[in-house]
């Protein structure tokens, strides 16, 4: 089965961190394209991060840029989104997706009109993130 399988949130204080991992089952990150997206209650989903499998560069949204890192570990088919200084506003379940498509495309999809995120090919189940003020 193809599968996307989240860990790592929790809550935490403003102020400190939390790694999220985005472990793939019955398939590998070859060439593919992964994102860290994230929801708040009430609100739409928005991505955050993604990486290139193939090349390892990656996107931040200006939300979290400097305090987010995305990182992946082929080996282990495994993407990280390390959570740094969080605050309030980062509450919200985040989930990660993957495509094999090129991450401009994933770019375009998380920063463009719409919600063209819904048509990924795989999806996690996400993880909650509670940041207390």
């Known amino acids: 089965e193809v599968q996307l399988v989240e860990s790592g949130g929790g809550l935490v204080q403003a102020g400190g961190s939390l790694r999220l991992s985005c472990a793939a089952s019955g398939f590998t990150f070859d060439d593919y394209a992964i994102g860290w997206f994230r929801q708040a209650s009430g609100k739409e989903r928005e991505g955050v991060s993604c990486?290139?499998?193939?090349?390892?560069?990656?996107y931040y949204a200006d939300s979290v840029k400097g305090r987010f890192t995305i990182s992946s570990d082929n080996a282990k088919n495994t993407v990280y989104l390390q959570m740094n200084n969080l605050k309030p506003e980062d509450t919200a379940v985040y989930y990660c997706a993957a495509d094999r498509i090129k991450i401009e495309d994933l770019v375009d999809i998380i920063t463009g009109p719409g919600d063209w995120y819904r048509y990924l090919e795989v999806w996690g189940q996400g993880t909650l993130v509670t940041v207390s003020s």
């Open positions: 990486i290139s499998s193939s090349d390892g560069s990656t």
